[in-house]
């Protein structure tokens, strides 16, 4: 929060996190199994550097865009400092937060699958590791199936955050009469 409000900060910190956003996180297998080797561990860095550009900046983006009106009544109410965040300009960058999270989960989806399908992790069962296999044994159909499943994963949870972000708008008067 600091971040968006600070310009110093935010010229610093909004540029690495742009680049960041643009950098494909499959970039930085090499630099994960370098560090961690070719583990979880390595395929839990791509995810983090795969979701948090996006997740940041959609609260920045929220943060940016609170109506000023907003924060001159919540100043005109006593809201200062802290309280200010709390009550007024957090509450009105949720929905642009949740987008963000929204954005980074599927940012982290996609760097999930590259993970395990370009570093298969000992025996354990995954979705990139049976991608992985069908390939290997030129299984067109288990391919077709498990990137179905992928499908259906990504459509089930958007549902999930469209469900969050309808009530978010509700609970603070964000929706027009058509929801």
């Given amino acids: 929060l600091l971040v968006a409000r600070i310009a110093v900060l935010r010229k610093a910190i ?3 996190i742009l680049g960041l956003q643009s950098m494909p996180s499959i970039a930085w297998f090499p630099l994960a199994i370098l560090l961690f080797g070719l583990n979880e561990t390595a395929i839990f860095f791509l995810v983090i550097l795969g979701a948090a550009p996006a997740i940041a900046g959609g609260l920045l ?3 940016d865009h609170v109506q000023p009106l907003l924060i001159r009544v919540g100043r005109v109410m006593g809201a200062r400092g802290l309280g200010l965040y709390r009550h007024v300009i957090l509450p009105a960058a949720l929905p642009s937060f949740v987008s ?3 954005q980074g989960w599927a940012f982290a989806w996609r760097s999930l699958m ?3 399908i370009i570093g298969i992790v ?3 069962f995954s979705i990139g590791q049976q991608i992985q296999f069908a390939r290997d044994f030129a299984d067109s159909e288990q391919l077709l199936a498990i990137m179905v499943v992928i499908f259906v994963i990504g459509i089930a949870v958007d549902s999930v955050f469209g469900v969050l972000d309808t009530a978010i708008r509700r ?3 964000l929706l027009g ?3």
């Fill in 171 to 173: 609970r603070w008067g």
């Fill in 122 to 124: 000992g025996h354990q």
């Fill in 114 to 116: 590259a993970g395990e």
């Fill in 14 to 16: 909004g540029a690495a």
């Fill in 177 to 179: 009469s058509e929801a």
């Fill in 100 to 102: 963000g999270l929204k």
């Fill in 61 to 63: 983006s929220g943060v």
